[in-house]
């Protein structure tokens, strides 16, 4: 995110952080509660244990409760920022870490890529004496959070429109941005329609589905064709794939979107919450043996 470097009052420049950050935190709540609770009940027993233990007591073992909580403490930690996406060069609809890792000063490792192997890196000190010097609870929130942002289509999207951010649309006929649509707009839609406006249907729906034979290729998305999970190279990739192929297609400044983007797309986002979930249970499988 930049910064504006001219003069402006303070009040302006604190307006406008309002909006921009409103507007770039990944998945809505909706799509990241959905994530977490795929995930938890695939969970080994070692890695339950782990949740249960580094989780606050007040969230009651449910990972989901705080599955937003990286959003929230953006204001008070603006340096996490960055670690929520990735900016691609325009049009060129491919990743390469040592390219587009890095935040708006160039500083490398800072995307979500970085900080999805930075959080695992810790995580992995669970048990060890090196524990000490990370605070894990952290480190789990802030992983399961950028498993959700990572498989977000537009968390991997071009540079100049910040990842749709820029790109005014209507939602049938409300005014939204293309990065909105994607974070809620689409999934707020299915639960209305599909799902009694009620999230833990979509999440029932959506466990389904993966738990059906031959439906998705589970085994698959569960490893990495080299190492252990996570693979976040390999997640990114498919998200721009994904943000070329449909999110960005057709859409220009203005456009309405309604029935014939929203009937191709949620395919999609159905798609990238369930890998985000079943992938963030195999890592934290993996992370806690
Ligand atoms: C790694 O985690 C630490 C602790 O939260 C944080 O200060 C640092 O900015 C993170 N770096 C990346 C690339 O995620
Ligand atoms: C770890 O982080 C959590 C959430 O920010 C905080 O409540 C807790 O006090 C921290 N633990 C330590 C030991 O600093
Ligand atoms: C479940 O799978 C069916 C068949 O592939 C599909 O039509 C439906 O949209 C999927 N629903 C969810 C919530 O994933």
């Known amino acids: 995110m930049e910064f504006p470097k001219i003069q402006i009052s303070p009040l302006l420049v604190g307006f406008w952080f309002l909006c921009s950050v409103a507007l770039v935190h990944g998945w809505g709540n909706d799509g990241h509660l959905t994530v977490c609770r795929l995930a938890q009940p695939r969970l080994s027993e070692?890695?339950?244990?782990?949740?249960?233990?580094?989780?606050?007591?007040?969230?009651?073992?449910?990972?989901?409760?705080?599955?937003?909580?990286?959003?929230?403490?953006?204001?008070?930690?603006?340096?996490?920022?960055?670690?929520?996406?990735?900016?691609?060069?325009?049009?060129?609809?491919?990743?390469?870490?040592?390219?587009?890792?890095?935040?708006?000063?160039?500083?490398?490792?800072?995307?979500?890529?970085?900080?999805?192997?930075?959080?695992?890196?810790?995580?992995?000190?669970?048990?060890?004496?090196?524990?000490?010097?990370?605070n894990l609870t952290e480190a789990l929130l802030f992983l399961s959070h950028f498993m959700g942002d990572?498989?977000?289509?537009?968390?991997?999207?071009?540079?100049?429109?910040?990842?749709?951010?820029?790109?005014?649309?209507?939602?049938?006929?409300?005014?939204?941005?293309?990065?909105?649509?994607?974070?809620?707009?689409?999934?707020?839609?299915?639960?209305?329609?599909?799902?009694?406006?009620?999230?833990?249907e979509l999440i029932d729906a959506i466990q389904t589905n993966i738990t059906l034979k031959g439906n998705y290729r589970v085994k698959t998305w569960e490893g990495c064709t080299t190492g252990n999970p996570p693979c976040p190279d390999v997640y990114?990739?498919?998200?721009?794939?994904?943000?070329?192929?449909?999110?960005?297609?057709?859409?220009?400044?203005?456009?309405?979107?309604?029935?014939?983007?929203?009937?191709?797309r949620v395919p999609i986002v159905y798609l990238r919450l369930a890998q985000g979930g079943v992938r963030l249970a195999a890592t934290l499988n993996s992370i806690f043996g």
């Open 236 to 264: 990114a990739t498919e998200s721009i794939k994904a943000a070329c192929n449909f999110a960005y297609k057709g859409v220009t400044e203005e456009s309405v979107l309604e029935d014939p983007y929203f009937l191709t």
């Open 150 to 200: 990572i498989h977000q289509p537009l968390h991997v999207g071009f540079t100049s429109d910040r990842g749709g951010n820029t790109i005014d649309v209507h939602w049938y006929t409300r005014k939204s941005v293309l990065h909105h649509v994607w974070d809620n707009n689409i999934i707020d839609t299915a639960e209305e329609r599909y799902d009694d406006s009620d999230v833990t």
């Open 46 to 134: 070692a890695a339950a244990n782990a949740v249960k233990d580094l989780l606050p007591a007040y969230a009651e073992d449910d990972l989901g409760s705080l599955c937003s909580w990286a959003d929230r403490v953006k204001f008070r930690r603006p340096w996490s920022s960055p670690l929520h996406y990735i900016d691609t060069p325009d049009d060129l609809c491919t990743y390469q870490y040592t390219r587009d890792c890095k935040d708006a000063d160039g500083i490398k490792d800072r995307c979500v890529v970085g900080a999805i192997n930075n959080y695992t890196t810790q995580l992995l000190t669970y048990g060890q004496e090196s524990a000490s010097q990370y």
